[in-house]
């Protein structure tokens, strides 16, 4: 299985970009890498999710290393309610459940 | 929006108790897993299903087992409940193709006295 490796914590102020970074050096051709997030006492949520473009969408921005062995989350104004663990994830699988593979994740703490 | 519901936020339950852990989504997806979550072991997969009545083992299956009669229900089922099963139940939805999100309910917390 295609493992991810992230920091275990980040920490950052409160309206200031935050980079979150995350190898996966044994990426395959089909993976899509996804990130989610879990809030406190809430399951983990989805944020985004890439192939090989860079990916923008409403909560953050998804930059992709040409070669794919690596990615970094992007959150351009962070707020406290961006305080999480944030979980960077291959999406395995070329038919079936394309289970996903939780690894420790980062825990972000934001900064007033 | 996709709802992902658990039937339970909290349970209490006693060792050799049979219990059952309901997972319901309404979206109509062929995808539906199982995991426990643990402080320093982050998300473990117990069990998945791609289809009704298809499931597949997970990274730690031991002492579960699993019901998938109908697509929008997943049954997660603790034979004989013991201490170290006491654990936070996360169950997830999604349709098939790794270029797609999949959705979690908020958890069941579980503890067996």
């Known amino acids: 299985d295609a493992k991810t490796t992230q920091p275990n914590s980040m920490e950052s102020n409160e309206e200031e970009p935050v980079h979150l970074p995350c190898n996966h050096s044994t990426i395959s051709g089909t993976d899509y890498i996804h990130w989610y997030r879990q809030l406190p006492s809430q399951g983990p949520e989805y944020v985004i999710h890439?192939?090989?473009s860079n990916v923008n969408n409403r909560m953050a921005s998804l930059a992709i290393a040409e070669d794919r062995k690596s990615s970094t989350l992007i959150l351009h104004r962070a707020t406290l309610r961006d305080a999480a663990v944030y979980y960077c994830?291959?999406?395995?699988?070329?038919?079936?459940?394309?289970?996903?593979?939780f690894g420790q994740g980062t825990r972000l703490t934001i900064n007033p | 929006d996709v709802k992902v519901t658990q039937s339970s936020r909290y349970l209490v339950k006693r060792t050799g108790e049979k219990v059952f852990l309901e997972c319901v989504q309404d979206?109509?997806?062929?995808?539906m897993f199982w995991y426990r979550q643990d402080p320093g072991l982050g998300l473990r997969l117990i069990y998945f299903s791609y289809d009704v009545k298809m499931k597949e083992k997970g990274d730690i299956p031991e002492g579960y087992s699993v019901s998938r009669e109908k697509k929008e229900r997943f049954s997660l089922i603790l034979e004989s409940a013991s201490t170290n099963q006491t654990s936070m139940y996360l169950c997830a939805t999604g349709i098939v193709g790794g270029y797609t999100e999949a959705f979690f309910g908020q958890g069941t917390r579980l503890t067996v006295v």
């Open positions: 979206m109509d997806h062929e995808n």
């Open positions: 994830i291959l999406r395995e699988g070329v038919k079936g459940a394309q289970k996903l593979v």
């Open positions: 890439g192939l090989t």
